[in-house]
């Protein structure tokens, strides 16, 4: 049974940074593609940012270019978003998510992952 569980999330002031964590149980993650997503109060789930776990190739979403990072620790099943530059807009509830059959192109649809995280809340305030 796979599970993510998210943590780090919070109310930060604008310009402020915040890490989020995923842990990750239950599978080997080695040939996974793990992501970031966040959905903001009546709006869809949105990409955020992806990392494939064994080679570690990442990708971003446009507005998140130059001010998030993700990464992953492999002796802990770790997988991790580092938010700097935080702006009011970037408020939403932020879930890791696994896909286990990742495509070539890159899985920025939710309709690729298999696994999803409970979500962390992130409020940045002006």
């Known amino acids: 049974q796979v599970q993510l569980v998210e943590s780090g999330g919070g109310l930060v002031q604008a310009g402020g940074s915040l890490r989020l964590s995923c842990a990750a149980s239950?599978?080997?993650?080695?040939?996974?593609?793990m992501g970031w997503f966040r959905q903001a109060p009546g709006k869809e789930r949105e990409f955020v940012a992806a990392?494939?776990?064994?080679?570690?190739?990442?990708y971003y979403a446009e507005f998140v270019k130059g001010r998030f990072t993700i990464s992953r620790d492999n002796a802990k099943n770790t997988v991790y978003l580092q938010m700097n530059s935080l702006k009011p807009e970037d408020t939403a509830v932020y879930y890791c998510?696994?896909?286990?059959?990742?495509?070539?192109?890159?899985?920025?649809?939710?309709?690729?992952?298999?696994?999803w995280g409970q979500g962390t809340q992130v409020t940045v305030s002006s």
């Open positions: 239950g599978r080997t993650f080695k040939n996974y593609v």
């Open positions: 998510a696994a896909d286990a059959n990742p495509p070539i192109v890159r899985a920025t649809s939710p309709s690729y992952y298999d696994y």
């Open positions: 990392i494939r776990w064994n080679s570690g190739d990442r």
